[in-house]
Nanobody, 124 residues
Framework: QVQLVESGGGLVQAGGSLRLSCAAS????????MGWFRQAPGKERELVAV????????VYLDSVKGRFTISRDNAKNTMYLQMNSLKPEDTAVYYC?????????????????WGQGTQVTVSS
């Protein structure tokens, strides 16, 4: 059974930085597309950043381009989201997710496995 565990969330002031981690287990990490998604109160879940299983392609939400960076360490079965220049509108629960390499890596509903989420709160 695939398990994903996020960590690294917290409270930060606007302009600050956080790094989220997602530790994966129970499968072949190198065969998965990986992604970060978020859901703010009263809003639908949205794609923040996704990476194709090869590590060669990424897609970012327009509002985070240039501020957030997705990466993965296959040796550690871990994915990261480096978040810089954080804004209050980045406040949300952040989820990591995985999809088998045969799925469409840039579509949220193609992701099969989800973590429990980690809260990110950015104060103004």
């Amino acid at each position: 059974q695939v398990q994903l565990v996020e960590s690294g969330g917290g409270l930060v002031q606007a302009g600050g930085s956080l790094r989220l981690s997602c530790a994966a287990s129970g499968g072949t990490f190198t065969s998965w597309h990986m992604g970060w998604f978020r859901q703010a109160p009263g809003k639908e879940r949205e794609l923040v950043a996704v990476m194709r299983w090869t590590g060669t392609n990424t897609v970012y939400l327009d509002s985070v381009k240039g501020r957030f960076t997705i990466s993965r360490d296959n040796a550690k079965n871990t994915m990261y989201l480096q978040m810089n220049s954080l804004k209050p509108e980045d406040t949300a629960v952040y989820y990591c997710a995985a999809a088998w390499y045969g799925r469409n890596w840039y579509k949220m509903d193609e992701y099969d496995y989800w973590g429990q989420g980690t809260q990110v709160t950015v104060s103004s």
